[in-house]
């Protein structure tokens, strides 16, 4: 009889271990209860957790840890991508400030020699005027104040040539004011292709470049941000001339090789459009889908960022313009700019 009792409450038991165990597959910490199990000891049932360490609690875990250290890689690359771009702008305005110093010497030397021809004139006309009683001497003073006039009349538009030329280094280095106005675009061509090829010239490794300009002079005006358009043609020239410098370089360059750069304006289909091409070592085929893309470069070391292409595509797509490449290795890259606005 009382086998047949304890049988009955071991049965019980039993049932009642399995019911907890459906009940307590709980969360507790770091651990889960699977289950529970009744030790007899003597008279007494002692009820005993059966745990263990929960998986997903240690997936879960590592998962943070990894988006934390995600998120700080992430921080680390942002900071780095933001130096990058500032070292590409500097370096563009590094080869805008090497072209400014060369250019601005010329009015510079106009303002000077014009100055100091007024001086003289001024003491021949002291000279002159102090004994006025010859009419013939009247006549040179007054022909010699009409040099001075002429001469402060170029000290005035060479020195108006300065101040536009340190006002748009000064655009450049700020990034520009964001505004869109009507803008001479054969003018603003000339400029800064001008001004790229005496940055090249002014810094190391130097090269001759012949410079086609072909700009049509119906074009006229195009609604543009003058500064940051005009850091895609002093990114597109700078291109170039590195391009040219490579192959000039190179073992297997012609021995007639001259490096030359053709600059373009045109209309096709009411648009103006914009063609940068050089003679040098071309783009394969396999990187023409890639030399727009930021980071990436074909220069060796520290020469390049890979940001200067990436840079102007954007800028150009705020002027809702398109960029494309055309190229045959060995030959010629020609990069083409088409506007969106109608003339």
Known sequence: MEN??????????LKLTEA?????SLEKGKEKIIGIKFQKSGEDWNLEELKVQDPEEDITRELSETKRQLKA?????KAA????????????????????????KNPLNFITNFSDLSVEYLVEIEELLQDHKHLKEIKDAFALIR?????????????HRAEGIVRSMLLHSRGGNGHYDPVDLNALLKEYVNLAFHGMRANKNPINVEI??????????VTVNAESFSRVILNLCKNAFDAMREKAGSPSAPDDYRPKLKVSSF?????????????????????KNKI???FFTTKKGAEGTGLGLSISKEILQEHKALLSIDSKEGEFTRFRIELSQKL
Request: charge should be neutral; avoid cysteine; aromatic fraction near 2%.
């Open 292 to 294: 727009l893309t930021p």
């Open 20 to 24: 907890l165990k459906k009940e307590l």
């Open 147 to 159: 040099d001075i006039k002429t001469n402060l009349g170029k000290i005035h538009d060479h020195g």
């Open 81 to 104: 991508e933001q130096q990058l771009v500032k070292q590409e702008k500097l370096a563009s305005l590094g080869l805008l400030t090497a072209g400014i110093a060369h250019e601005i």
């Open 4 to 13: 047949k009792a304890l049988k009955t409450q071991d049965s019980l038991f």
């Open 73 to 77: 890689v992430k921080k680390r690359l």
């Open 212 to 221: 086609n300009l072909d700009l049509d002079p119906n074009l006229g005006k």
């Open 267 to 287: 209309t096709e289909n009411k648009k103006a459009v914009i063609t940068v091409e050089d003679n040098g070592p071309g783009v394969p085929d396999e990187l």
